[in-house]
């Protein structure tokens, strides 16, 4: 199994920045993707950005250019470093853990349980 704990949530304000971090443990040899996810009061849980274990990266579109995802192997750890924060950005942060599977998509192994961030003014 695998686990994962965020953290590094908090307040901030507009066009302040933040670096989450997610530490994975277990059995951490079959994670090959992980991601990052956030979820906005009233509203569905939608991808930021996601590497790959061969550090690919992905970001949603409303976060390019200010969000970058990247990983620390040695560590287990996945870090979201987030710029210029709107307050739109105002969300519950969730860490995931992936497996491809041999088709080519991934599917997912665990979530995190969260980490708050709140961009207010």
């Known amino acids: 199994q695998v686990q994962l704990v965020e953290s590094g949530g908090g307040l901030v304000q507009p066009g302040g920045s933040l670096r989450l971090s997610c530490a994975a443990s277990g059995s951490i040899f079959s994670i090959d993707r992980m991601g990052w996810y956030r979820q906005a009061p009233g509203k569905q849980r939608e991808l930021v950005a996601t590497v790959t274990s061969g550090g690919s990266t992905n970001y949603a579109d409303s976060v390019k250019g200010r969000f970058s995802i990247s990983r620390d192997n040695a560590k287990n750890t996945v870090y979201l470093q987030m710029n210029s924060l709107k307050p739109e950005d105002t969300a519950d942060y969730y860490c995931?853990?992936?497996?491809?599977?041999?088709?080519?998509?991934?599917?997912?192994?665990?979530w995190g349980r969260g980490t708050l961030v709140t961009v207010f003014s």
């Open positions: 995931n853990a992936e497996k491809r599977h041999y088709s080519g998509t991934y599917y997912i192994i665990t």
